[in-house]
């Protein structure tokens, strides 16, 4: 069943009535009363979720063992279940799972607190995930001692509560858990909207505080000097400067105006030739000012190539050929980039990683666009599983989980459906697959 058709059941319709009999909002003081009993309700509800997944997790396990599925292979994908069930990624449905477990086992004070509506479902999670670490006594004694706080606390005091408890308990854990983080530093870039992105490295405290001192002091030896000018001679901003020299450190680069990088956008010929106002869609990125993208390609020194793309007119869907190959071709590999941008999973937000087959080739699936699906490895991995299934056509993915739920979307590339926001797409089966080219 689809999410869209729970919402609109009659079971929730019915139950939804029932709020009915809370205080109308007609005044400024019933608005608030309101607005505290159905939060009271919300955490409630909170609690039934937990309750249900943990369930669901028991009776997964057991049917599980009743077919002999090797332990190591029991509960696989589950995660996944739970996130599409509630509109979530995996990567939550994870997390809503492992809290879930414990609330309903070593975390009694917790989960009574959520049930009557006391503490808020992110706080409860909150104190699942601080203590996922500790052995099970030390989790029951930390949920017995924060007990009384719970629905006083801010998140932040919560979670300093909790650690400082978590290392009073045991503080060899806690050493191994940093430790553990340390092995897990990273890098990682995210986009920040207006064309800006975010580079953000997860490290260790001190070398993170001397990376900052060194920018600082380098900053203040530029802006001393009197070289931080921008090139119409205007003094630049302290912050200004240090993110140019963030640049030029890591790059090598003299200037942060200097740097190269390949960058794949896509944009309509409306766009690129002519001067419409849709956005370009910086791949795996999302949409950019058409004129900042038109600004890098004018640039002498870019290395720019093009590559055109056939879109239906109808909705600006891609067209494509088939291949007899087992492989991807290239080309279809690089419009599947452009349909997708991110894993196709409902939900997942993970980027595309993998082209794959929706019936597999070993199962007669053609490798081709209607056939095609962009999924992040993990997402990959778990389709092979017993139970799933990702069906349908290159304007709509279905996904069927174990239990026989199905999950559909669109899947028609987030600049056409700019473009098109007010198309309905053509009915399914009236698709003309024609062919694609690279110039
Ligand atoms: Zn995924």
């Not at 190591?72 to 589950?78: H, P």
């Not at 109808?314 to 894993?343: H, N, W, Y």
């Amino acid at each position: 069943m689809d999410t869209q058709d729970v919402a609109a059941g009659n079971a929730v319709q019915r139950t939804m009535a029932l709020l009915g009999s809370l205080p109308d909002p007609d005044s400024q003081e019933s608005c608030i009363d309101r607005l505290q009993l159905v939060e009271q309700a919300t955490r409630m509800l909170a609690g039934d979720k937990a309750q249900t997944t943990s369930r669901f997790v028991d009776y997964r396990e057991a049917d599980e063992a009743a077919v002999r599925v090797p332990t190591s292979d029991r509960l696989k994908g589950i995660e996944a279940e739970v996130g599409l069930a509630r509109g979530e990624s995996p990567y939550v449905g994870a997390a809503l799972t492992s809290t879930a477990t414990a609330l309903t086992t070593v975390l009694p004070q917790t989960f009574a607190a959520l049930n009557a509506g006391r503490v808020s479902e992110y706080h409860a999670r909150v104190v699942a995930e601080q203590t996922s670490h500790l052995a099970e006594a030390h989790r029951r004694e930390i949920d017995a001692a924060i007990a009384h706080r719970l629905g006083q606390a801010s998140t932040t005091q919560l979670r300093r509560l909790i650690q400082g408890h978590a290392y009073r308990l045991d503080r060899e854990a806690a050493e191994a858990r940093a430790e553990q983080h340390k092995a897990r530093r990273r890098v990682c870039l995210d986009p920040a909207g207006d064309g800006q992105v975010y580079v953000t490295a997860e490290l260790p405290t001190h070398q993170g505080l001397a990376i900052m001192d060194t920018i600082k002091q380098l900053t203040d030896k530029r802006i001393s000097a009197g070289a931080a000018l921008d090139e119409d001679g205007q003094p630049l901003t302290r912050d200004q400067v240090m993110t140019d020299l963030f640049v030029e450190l890591l790059t090598g680069q003299t200037t942060a105006d200097g740097v190269r990088a390949e960058v794949v956008v896509v944009m309509h010929d409306t766009t690129f030739l002519g001067d419409d106002n849709l956005p370009a869609w910086l791949l795996g990125h999302g949409p950019l000012p058409a004129g900042t993208v038109k600004d890098w390609l004018a640039d002498p020194h870019a290395a720019t190539f093009f590559r055109r793309l056939y879109t239906r007119p109808t909705d600006g869907q891609l067209v494509a050929m088939d291949s007899r190959a087992r492989r991807f071709p290239d080309g279809l590999a690089k419009m599947l980039k452009i349909r997708e941008d991110t894993c196709a999973t409902p939900w997942c937000n993970s980027p595309f990683q993998e082209s794959d087959h929706r019936i597999r080739w070993a199962d007669g699936g053609a490798t081709g666009w209607t056939n095609a699906t962009g999924l992040c490895r993990r997402c990959n991995q778990r389709k092979e599983r017993r139970g799933w299934s990702y069906t349908g056509t290159c304007d709509e993915l279905t996904v069927t989980t174990p239990t026989g739920h199905a999950y559909t979307v669109d899947t028609r590339p987030p600049l056409a459906e700019i473009k098109h926001w007010n198309s309905d797409p053509p009915p399914l089966g009236a698709i003309d697959i024609a062919w694609a080219t690279a110039a």
